[in-house]
């Protein structure tokens, strides 16, 4: 079984430039997660979808960052304008819409603001 | 949002030595999960509790959740150096079951 794949793995941009993060889940799970790691720290939730409606976007930076998952499947989710302080993974992952169900991660994009 | 309190934050041992982690929070829980990140890569799931007082086996790995499913423990014996790693317990939000992570204890087991 294909797991979760992100692309870039690795970006590097100057601030205030745009950035965009593309995620495709494992097919089948129809909630989708977005979470930025700051270095040696827990990853911290952005925004959860349930196919192709928001959950929980309680913690994301609405000023400048944004996301969509079309048609319940890939997601994106932009950054702009950047700010040095958005360095970090970005971490994608789903599973299946069911409490306590097991989230299945990608290996994240490290993006790096100068 | 719960706040998963995780201790030690860092953690650095001999191969061979037994280690236990925590991770605490003032909430009920109905389950948590604990993860392991290995650098470069997402978190893998290790293991589910979900009854108060359970607890969980895998291989030198021994998972505790309190009776009042608030906390939870790890217990690694004779650590070995392909246990380094940041790990992290997680929970399900009351509110819905968005899933929430704590800071993590990052472990370094040198030979």
């Known amino acids: 079984e294909a797991g979760v794949a992100q692309s870039p793995r690795y970006k590097i941009i100057e601030k205030r430039q745009s950035v965009a993060f593309w995620c495709n889940p494992i097919s089948g799970h129809a909630t989708l997660y977005w979470y930025q790691q700051i270095l040696g720290q827990g990853p911290k939730l952005l925004i959860q979808f349930q196919n192709n409606g928001v959950v929980d976007d309680s913690q994301l930076p609405k000023d400048r960052f944004s996301a969509e998952r079309l048609k319940g499947v890939d997601s994106t989710l932009k950054i702009q304008p950047a700010k040095l302080e958005d360095s970090a993974v970005y971490l994608c992952?789903?599973?299946?819409?069911?409490?306590?169900?097991?989230?299945?991660f990608g290996q994240g994009t490290r993006l790096t603001v100068v | 949002t719960q706040l998963l309190e995780q201790s030690p934050q860092f953690l650095s041992i001999q191969e061979g030595e037994n280690l236990t982690v925590y991770c605490n929070s003032s909430s009920v829980f109905s389950s948590l999960q604990w993860y392991r990140q290995e650098p470069g890569e997402g978190p893998v799931l290790l293991v589910t509790v979900v009854t108060g007082g359970e607890v969980k086996k895998l291989k030198r790995l021994t998972f505790q959740f309190g009776d009042a499913r608030k906390d939870s423990s790890l217990h690694i014996t004779a650590a070995q150096p392909g246990d380094t790693g940041l790990y992290l317990c997680?929970?399900?939000?009351?509110?819905?079951?968005?899933?929430?992570f704590g800071k993590g204890t990052s472990l370094l087991v040198t030979p």
């Open positions: 992952a789903s599973s299946a819409p069911i409490r306590g169900a097991e989230a299945f």
């Open positions: 997680a929970v399900n939000s009351n509110s819905g079951y968005a899933l929430n």
